[in-house]
């Protein structure tokens, strides 16, 4: 949908491009949804945690909703 802006759903080229994905965790405080992934996962500490932010691009017909991340590269470990 980000690349096409059309619906693979529905078809529907009427799509909201970058939504903030937000998150009511704790408190009610609001954060931005985010994903992560490990350096070392098999580590019990100091897993160095990889993070980034997640947007939304939401069909305004249907309302399916993709997810991507903000900086890809910024969570890419190596292999």
Same mark, same amino acid.
């Given at each position: 949908m ?8 529905? /078809? ?6 970058? &939504? ?6 704790? $408190? ?5 949804? !985010? ?12 897993? /160095? ?6 947007? &939304? ?6 309302? $399916?909703?993709e997810?991507?991340?903000d !900086? ?8």
């Amino acid at each position: 949908m980000k690349r096409t802006n059309t619906c693979p759903k529905c /078809g529907s080229s009427d799509v909201i491009a970058d &939504a903030k994905a937000i998150d009511r965790a704790h $408190y009610n405080a609001v954060t931005e949804l !985010s994903v992560g992934t490990f350096r070392k996962p098999e580590a019990l500490l100091l897993k /160095g945690q990889l993070t980034s932010t997640l947007s &939304a691009w939401v069909c305004a017909d249907c309302g $399916y909703v993709e997810f991507y991340a903000d !900086s890809p590269m910024s969570i890419k470990t190596e292999t």
